[in-house]
């Protein structure tokens, strides 16, 4: 049989579960300080719907909805293929001088640009602004890319941007329902 030394020898080590039991303490209390800290900075400068104890900011909840992920990632897209656009169409616009192709080019940007500034704002009704803004700004890039004989290439990349970004945007029309 063994003898209490080598019964010692053989168990485990529990300062790795103390340590990790600590880590998990000291991370909890730091996340009690940080909602202590906002419960505080709130009551003093009585900010209107600031919760009145640490109960009730013990029960709200942590992260992001899925739909407020898909909100983010719609925006950022329609403001990022706006931005190429806008970063093509204004030297164009500068070296060749006003054309109605060209200035129907930035409008259509600009209002992409809107849209995603209201997803990212979740401001009213952004998802139509958004999906009108985004399908004028494909057909305008559609059109240029015939006009200028790369249908493939730019056509089909104009398509791919749409279908991504519009994508996004159908899924928080699922998730807001």
């Known amino acids: 049989m063994f003898t209490k030394k080598e019964k010692d020898e053989d168990a485990p080590d529990n300062t ?9 303490l ?12 906002v419960l505080r900075f709130f009551s003093t400068t009585r ?3 600031a919760a009145d104890s640490l109960a009730e900011l013990d029960g709200v909840p942590v992260g992001l909805a899925p739909a ?10 329609a403001a990022l293929w706006a931005a190429a656009g806008l970063a093509t169409m204004i030297p164009s616009l500068a070296a060749v001088g006003p054309s ?4 129907i ?3 259509s940007n600009l209002a ?42 730019q056509g089909l990349s104009a398509v791919v941007a749409f279908a991504a970004i519009a994508g996004a945007t159908m899924i928080t029309f699922q998730r807001a329902a």
Not at 16 to 24: D, F, I, K, T, Y
Not at 68 to 77: E, M, N, P, Q, Y
Not at 100 to 103: D, K
Not at 139 to 150: C, E, F, K, L, Y
């Open 47 to 49: 900010v209107a719907g």
């Open 16 to 24: 790795v579960l103390r340590e990790a039991a600590n880590s998990a």
């Open 68 to 77: 407020d992920i898909t909100r983010f990632v719609a925006g950022t897209l």
């Open 100 to 103: 109605s192709g060209i200035l």
């Open 112 to 153: 992409l640009v809107a849209g995603a500034s209201l997803a990212l704002a979740n401001a009213h009704r952004w998802r139509s602004l958004l999906l009108i803004a985004l399908l004028l700004v494909t057909i305008d890039r559609i059109a240029s890319a015939v006009a200028m004989g790369a249908v493939l290439t």
């Open 105 to 107: 080019a930035i409008i």
């Open 26 to 37: 000291d991370l909890h209390s730091l996340v009690r300080a940080k909602r202590i800290f």
